[in-house]
Nanobody, 124 residues
Framework: QVQLVESGGGLVQAGGSLSVSCAAS????????MGWFRQAPGKEREFVVA???????VYVDSVKGRFTISRDNAKNTVYLQMNSLKAEDTAVYYC??????????????????WGQGTQVTVSS
């Protein structure tokens, strides 16, 4: 069992920046592939970005150049730095984890465990 706890959400004006983090339990964080998804009001949850256990990151096109994912294996934490935020980035952001080889990181069903989510609101 892996527990994930997101933090750092909040309210920010359009064009601003915000960082969210996801702390994971477990001794083998360095073997975890981590993903961030988001769910806007009235919409389905969608893939945002994933980072493999080896540090390779893949972004959805809508956030490329604005969002940056990173990981600190010593702290069992993955970070999502969000810059140039837009109103359409408003959503609950969830982190998820999958151990082992990188695979279908865009699919929610591929992940084993999920966090509770953190709200990010961008005012226009």
């Amino acid at each position: 069992q892996v527990q994930l706890v997101e933090s750092g959400g909040g309210l920010v004006q359009a064009g601003g920046s915000l960082s969210v983090s996801c702390a994971a339990s477990g001794r083998t964080f360095s073997s975890y592939n981590m993903g961030w998804f988001r769910q806007a009001p009235g919409k389905e949850r969608e893939f945002v970005v994933a980072i493999s256990w080896s540090g390779t990151a893949v972004y959805v096109d809508s956030v490329k150049g604005r969002f940056t994912i990173s990981r600190d294996n010593a702290k069992n934490t993955v970070y999502l730095q969000m810059n140039s935020l837009k109103a359409e980035d408003t959503a609950v952001y969830y982190c998820a984890v999958k151990s082992g080889a990188m695979g279908n990181y865009r699919l929610q069903s591929w992940y084993d465990y999920w966090g509770q989510g953190t709200q990010v609101t961008v005012s226009s």
